[in-house]
C-alpha cells in the first residue's frame, strides 16, 4: 500500500497516534461510558481533559504566570474582529492599530480592523510581492498606537518571522499581537514579547474550530461595548473559557497534540526537526531550474512552502502523478498560484523526502 503524505495547509495532517487514541477512546472515554463528544463541559471528565490542554500547552510555549490561555470558537478570522473589539477600547477614540502587511492574512486583519477603528500601515512588503517580512528598523509605528499586528507566518504567501519584534521603544507600551495561527508550536518563542497571540487549531494544533488566545491580563477588560461577550476575553477568561460551550472534541483532540508534541521532546525538539524538513525542501528547490520559490531566503516559511513549476504546463500532470503516489493536498491557494507543501509538526521528514524523490523524478521525465 502507498504510504500517505498529506501536505494540506489546512486543516492540516495530525499526528497519527493521536487519531488512533482517539478512535480507541471514541466510544467509551477512560471507562465514563461515554464519548467526549457527549460529555458536558462542566462535568468532572471534561473538565479534567481542559485543565490538562490548558496546563500543558503553558508548559509546552512556557506561558508566563501573567498571562491567560483562553480557548475560544470562531477561528482565526473572527479574531481580526475580536482583536481590536477587545483592544481599541485602551486608547480614547477612534484609537488607531499599527499593522505591519505582509500578505493575504494580514490584508484581511487589516479590512476587518477598520470597522472598529483607524488603521496605520506601518510597513508593506506589498511592493515586493510579498515575498519578504519588512525588516523592523522600516516600521513606521505610531506614537499612541491600542496595539502591533503581525502575521508571524502567512501561511498562503509563504513568508516567516525569523525575529522576535520589539516595540517598546517607539510605540510605549503598544503591545503586540501576534496571528500565529499556522506557526505556534513549531519553533520556540518567548510569550513575553508579545501582548496577545491566536490562532485557529487547524494548523498545527487540531481539528478547526477551537481558536487559541494567549494573552498577557493587563489586557483584560478594555472591550468596546459592541463587543459579543462570548468574545470578551475578560469575560471569557473570568470562567475559564466556559462562559459558553467550548469546542469540546476539537480541545479533547488539541490535549492530545500536546502530550504528543511532549512525547516528542516538545517544542525546541520539533524545532530542530522542522529546520531540518524545511531545508531539505528549500535546498532542492534551489537546486532545481524545474522549479523555483520566489521568497526572500531569510523569510522563508518553515511551516508552508510555496513553489512554482518553471514551466506551468506541467501543473495538471504534476499534481495527478503526485496524487498517484500518495502525495496529497500539494496544489497552491488560488491567489497565489503553483503548488504549496504544508509541513507542519506533524508531518515526518519521510513525508518531505517523499515530496523530493517524486519531484526529482518528475523533473527528470519532463525537462
Ligand atoms: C488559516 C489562517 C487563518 C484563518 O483561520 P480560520 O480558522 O479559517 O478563520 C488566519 N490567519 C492565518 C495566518 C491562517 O493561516
Partial sequence: MTTIYNFSAGPAVLPKEVLQQAAAEMLDWHGSGMSVMEMSHRGPEFMSIMAAAQSDLR??????ANYKIL??????????????????????????????????WTAKSIKEARKYGNVNIAASAEASGFNVVPVRASWN?????????????????GVEYHFTPEVGDDTGEAPIVADMSSQILSRVIDVSKYGVIFGGAQKNIGPAGLT??????DLLGHALPCCPSAF????????????????????????????????QGGVAAIEQKNIAKAKLLYDFLDASDFYLNRIEKDCRSRMNVPFF??????????????????????KGHKSVGGMRA??????????????????????????
Fill in 309 to 330: 513549476l518553471r514551466d506551468e504546463t506541467h501543473n495538471a500532470a504534476f499534481l495527478a502523478a503526485a496524487k498517484e503516489r500518495g502525495l496529497l493536498q500539494i
Fill in 71 to 104: 480557548f475560544l470558537q470562531g477561528g482565526g478570522l473572527a479574531e481580526n474582529a475580536i482583536v481590536p473589539m477587545n483592544l481599541m477600547g485602551r486608547k480614547p477614540q477612534p484609537a488607531t492599530a499599527d499593522f505591519i502587511h505582509t500578505g493575504s
Fill in 212 to 217: 487559541i488566545v494567549i494573552v498577557r491580563d
Fill in 232 to 263: 470578551d476575553w475578560k469575560i471569557v477568561a473570568d470562567n475559564d473559557s466556559m462562559y459558553n460551550t467550548p469546542p469540546t472534541y476539537a480541545i479533547y483532540i488539541a490535549g492530545l497534540v500536546f502530550q504528543w508534541l511532549k512525547r
Fill in 59 to 64: 508548559e509546552l510555549l512556557a506561558v508566563p
Fill in 342 to 367: 504544508s509541513i507542519y509538526n506533524a508531518m515526518p521528514i519521510e513525508g518531505v523526502q517523499a515530496l523530493v524523490n517524486f519531484m526529482q523524478e518528475f523533473a527528470s521525465s519532463h525537462a
Fill in 141 to 157: 509605528l505610531s506614537k499612541d498606537a491600542a496595539y502591533v499586528h503581525i502575521c508571524s507566518n502567512e501561511t498562503i504567501d
